[in-house]
């Protein structure tokens, strides 16, 4: 597995940080609100993804841990990325299989394709184990379907 420049991981910090300032407040107003959780983008690796119309696009791809959800999420490798319209939907290959993703922007240059997997993580206790789930989600969605 390639790791990731500094440059790119300070990058996946600012788009927690981005996220938890668009999100935060709704998210504590939300019945599965998980108190021990927090913003987190985890597991990240670059991945080429292919789009439904076949074009292929260098992203990071990774975890996005909330205090009430995981997802997958792919970030463009390329910060100046022109980002898509908000809320468009797009399925992406991934080694297994494809996925629904929807944009989301966050901030000035900062955007994200998510796919939600789990919206509910209330029977979490930590960071550690929200940090597990996230480590297995990401060999799953990198092992190629056999």
Request: aromatic content about 6%; proline content about 9%; hydrophobic content about 40%.
């Given at each position: ?8 991981y ?8 981005a996220?938890?300032?668009h ?23 670059p ?13 990071l ?36 299989g ?37 480590q ?11």
């Amino acid at each position: 597995m390639q790791s990731l420049s500094p440059e790119q991981y300070d990058r996946l910090r600012r788009l927690a940080v981005a996220w938890q300032r668009h999100q935060g407040a709704a998210l504590k107003e939300m019945a599965s609100y998980n108190p021990r959780l927090a913003v987190d983008a985890l597991c990240f690796q670059p991945l080429e993804a292919t789009s439904p119309d076949g074009a292929e696009a260098a992203y990071l791809a990774g975890a996005l841990v909330t205090p009430v959800s995981l997802s997958l999420v792919l970030v463009p490798v390329e910060e100046a990325a022109v980002p898509p319209e908000p809320g468009e939907r797009q399925r992406f290959t991934l080694p297994s299989g494809r996925y629904p993703f929807t944009a989301e922007p966050l901030a000035d240059s900062l955007w994200l394709w998510r796919c939600e997997l789990l919206d509910d993580l209330s029977d979490l206790d930590s960071m550690q184990e929200a940090s597990r789930l996230a480590q297995q989600l990401m060999e799953r969605v990198m092992t190629p379907e056999t």
